[in-house]
């Protein structure tokens, strides 16, 4: 390529991936950098509780509705309502658009990140449908693990470019995006979790959990996951349970001093 139009491509490059926002979520971008603590405990002790065979699909999000547990499986597929007792797809929810990341409920409202749309769902199922009533767009990142915490949203976003942006995105219930955080230290960061106290988010890279503390927005420490290409996690009031692209479901417990199936 002759080196003047490589020049003048690269400057647009840079300033199409500086300036360009989109026109439904909030421009605002905060200058909190997600890092790990001064007192980074490092590496969490965890156990495998249990694992229920998956289908081969394309495994994302989880999102756990009482004794189910819906498995979102990103490109092209739908969402699986996987039954906890007998470990079996019971249903299948056809999602609101092509590849669905993650889902979550706030105060009784459902929503669903996708890839594709770059875009967050407010949505309701109707027949085994999931149906769009309202949205927010991203563009130009990609939205992936959604996650309430009784008062906010939180979106991991990525933006692509010359080097990968990741963002947590901190939001109302309006769907408005009111802080954006960047995530450091955390290869591919997927999805996310909140256990009552801390967030959890899962690396699609390295196979690992990280614990985030929400006063300080300092990563603190984080356990491995048995899965590999790491996504999908929820917590139940007691355990987390995790997916992987290609993976199987697994219940994972923390803590532990026994020996036995640790990660």
């Not at 967050?120 to 130009?140: N, Q």
Request: charged fraction near 25%.
């Amino acid at each position: 390529m002759n080196i003047r139009y490589l020049l003048i491509f690269l400057s647009l490059s840079i300033l199409s991936s500086d300036c360009a926002t989109s026109p439904d979520a909030d421009a605002h971008t905060g200058t909190v950098a997600i890092r790990r603590s001064k007192d980074f405990k490092g590496f969490l002790r965890s156990r495998v509780i249990r694992k229920i065979d998956l289908p081969r699909g394309y495994h994302e999000g989880l999102f756990l509705d009482g004794k189910d547990i819906w498995v979102a499986n990103g490109e092209g597929g739908n969402i699986w309502v996987v039954d906890l007792e007998t470990g079996r797809v019971k249903r299948e929810i056809t999602p609101v658009a092509g590849f669905t990341e993650g889902v979550a409920a706030s105060n009784g409202n459902i929503v669903a990140t996708d890839w594709y749309e770059k875009k967050l769902y407010r949505v309701t199922i109707e027949g085994d449908c999931m149906v769009a009533h309202e949205s927010v767009s991203f563009s130009p990142a990609y939205p992936a693990g959604v996650a309430w915490d009784g008062s906010d949203l939180f979106v991991i976003a990525w933006t692509r470019g010359f080097g990968t942006r990741f963002e947590l995105l901190r939001m109302d219930e309006g769907l408005k995006v009111l802080e954006r955080m960047d995530i450091q230290r955390i290869q591919e960061p997927a999805h996310i979790a909140w256990d009552g106290q801390s967030l959890w988010v899962t690396s699609w890279y390295n196979q690992r959990v990280y614990r985030i503390d929400k006063k300080s927005w300092e990563i603190t420490g984080y356990f491995r996951s048995p899965v590999p290409r790491t996504t999908g996690i929820a917590w139940d009031g007691k355990r987390f349970w995790l997916t992987g692209t290609y993976g199987d479901l697994y219940q994972i417990e923390l803590g532990l001093k026994t020996k036995g199936n640790e990660v």
